[in-house]
C-alpha cells in the first residue's frame, strides 16, 4: 500500500499520539512498559516532538496510519521513532519512510531499537542496517536491552 508521505504539522500531534499508543501498546509494551501515561504522551507529541524533531506522517485515505521522526547530531543523522498502526504493519510504509530517511541523509543514519523487538531488527536488516552496538539499556527510559543500528550510503554499495 502506497502511503502518502508529508510533513506533520500540529494538527496532526492527536493522531501521532494515538499511532504511538496503539503500536506500543500491541507490540512492545511486554517487554518495554511505557513509561509515561497516555496524557503526557499526547502533550509530549504536541510540545516536543513535532517543534523540535523533523516529523513526517504517513496518511491512507485521509488517516494518518504512521509517522517516522528524524534528527541529526554533528555526525549523524537518527530515525528517533517509526511508529505504524498496527494493521498497516507489512504494508509497505516502514520501508517508504526509510527511503525516505535515506534520500534526506548524506550522512550515515542511525537508530535504536529494543534486543527484544524481532520484528523490527528484521525489518532495518533487511533495509541494510547493521548493528554495531548493545547494551543492557542503562541509556533508555525503559532501562531495557537495546541495539544501536548504523547504514551508510557507502556500506549499501
Not at 511486554?30 to 496518511?59: C, F, G
Not at 504493519?89 to 534526506?104: C, D, P, R, W
Request: hydrophobic letters at 40%; aromatic letters at 12%; one cysteine or more.
Amino acid at each position: 500500500m502506497d502511503a502518502i508521505i508529508k510533513p506533520a504539522n500540529s494538527d496532526d500531534a492527536p493522531a501521532i499520539a494515538d499511532v504511538y499508543l496503539s503500536s506500543r501498546r500491541l507490540f512492545i509494551e511486554s517487554y518495554a512498559p511505557m513509561m509515561h501515561n497516555e496524557l503526557d504522551v499526547r502533550k509530549w507529541v504536541a510540545r516536543q516532538l513535532i517543534p523540535t524533531a523533523n516529523v513526517w506522517v504517513a496518511e491512507l485515505d485521509g488517516s494518518v496510519v504512521g509517522f517516522m521522526a528524524t534528527m541529526s547530531d554533528r555526525a549523524f543523522d537518527w530515525i528517533e521513532h517509526l511508529y505504524l498502526i498496527p494493521s498497516a504493519v507489512g504494508g509497505g510504509i516502514g520501508s517508504q519512510f526509510v527511503n525516505l530517511a535515506k534520500t534526506e541523509s548524506c550522512r550515515p543514519i542511525r537508530l535504536y531499537t529494543f534486543q527484544a523487538n524481532q520484528r523490527s531488527r528484521q525489518f532495518y536488516e533487511r533495509h541494510g542496517f547493521r548493528p554495531i552496538k548493545f547494551s543492557a539499556g542503562q541509556s533508555n527510559e525503559e532501562q531495557c536491552p537495546d541495539v544501536l543500528y548504523e547504514w551508510s550510503d557507502e556500506a549499501a554499495n
